[in-house]
C-alpha cells in the first residue's frame, strides 16, 4: 500500500550514505552504520527532485524542485549525530510547510565514523580514556532510553517501556573534549529528567586523537 512506503536509498562512495523517506506520518527514516557512528553531513525535507517519491502522485505536486525546510540539517544531526543507529520520521522535522501543495521527502546524506563507544547505566559512571598522549574528541552523547535491551537486568518492565525518551547532551564533550580521560556520571542531577519513571542510561561515542601541535614561533627579523 503506497501510503506506508518508505524508499531507502544507501549510496556507497567514499563512505557517503543516504536515506530517502516519502512525507507520511507513519514512515521511519532509519540511519545506520554496521562501523563507527553516524556523521551527518546534510539533510533536506522538501524536494529537489521530481522523481523521488513520485508514484501515484499528481504532476502538480512534484513540479516545484526547490522546496526545503531550513533548520532541518542541524535538527537531524542533533538527533542522531554520534549514534550507530537514529530512527525518526517526517512529523519531527516538518516545522511548517515550505512549500504547500508539494509532496516532500526526508533525504539525508551521512558519512560512518570510527568511534568508541560507551554505555553507563543510570547512577553508574561513564568512564572514557585514551591511551598516553591522545585526548578525548566526543562526537555525540544522548541521556535516556532508545530501546528496551539496553540496561534492564532485574528491572520491573513498566521501567523500560518507554523508548522514545532520549536526549543529546553536550555536557561530556564540555567536561571532555582535550582530556585524556573523563569521569561522567549519568543521572538525572548531571543531565536532567527527560522522562520520568523510565530507567535512563548515559550513550557516548568519541575517538581518541593526537593534539594538534601549535607551529613554533618564528624569530622576528631584523629590519636593515
Known amino acids: 500500500m503506497l501510503l506506508f512506503l518508505t524508499v531507502f536509498l544507501c549510496v556507497k562512495s567514499a563512505s557517503m550514505e543516504r536515506a530517502i ?7 521511519v527514516h532509519h540511519l545506520s552504520c554496521d562501523q563507527g557512528v553516524i556523521s551527518v553531513q546534510s539533510a533536506l525535507y522538501g524536494r529537489a527532485d521530481s522523481t523521488i517519491c513520485s508514484e501515484g502522485r499528481p504532476e502538480e505536486q512534484l513540479s516545484d524542485c526547490h522546496c526545503s525546510l531550513d533548520g532541518t540539517t542541524q535538527y537531524v544531526k542533533g538527533r542522531c549525530d554520534g549514534k550507530k543507529v537514529c530512527e525518526l520520521n517526517t512529523n519531527e522535522v516538518r516545522k511548517y510547510n515550505p512549500c504547500r501543495g508539494t509532496f516532500k521527502y526526508l533525504d539525508t546524506n551521512f558519512t560512518c565514523l570510527p568511534a568508541l563507544t560507551k ?55 564540555e567536561s571532555c573534549n582535550g582530556e585524556n580521560s573523563c569521569i ?20 557516548v561515542a568519541y575517538v581518541c586523537e ?15
Open 21 to 27: 523517506t516519502c512525507d507520511y506520518s507513519l514512515n
Open 119 to 173: 554505555v553507563a547505566c543510570q547512577e553508574s559512571l561513564a568512564v572514557l580514556f585514551c591511551d598516553v598522549g591522545q585526548i578525548i574528541h566526543v562526537y555525540g552523547a544522548d541521556y535516556g532510553r532508545r530501546d528496551h535491551t539496553t540496561c534492564t537486568y532485574d528491572l520491573p518492565a513498566n521501567n523500560y517501556q518507554n523508548v522514545f525518551c532520549s536526549f543529546p547532551t553536550t555536557k561530556v564533550a
Open 184 to 203: 561522567i556520571q549519568a543521572s538525572n542531577s548531571m543531565f536532567g529528567n527527560p522522562c520520568h519513571g523510565t530507567y535512563k542510561y548515559l550513550e
Open 210 to 224: 593526537y593534539p594538534l601541535k601549535a607551529p613554533e614561533a618564528t624569530p622576528p627579523r631584523v629590519k636593515q
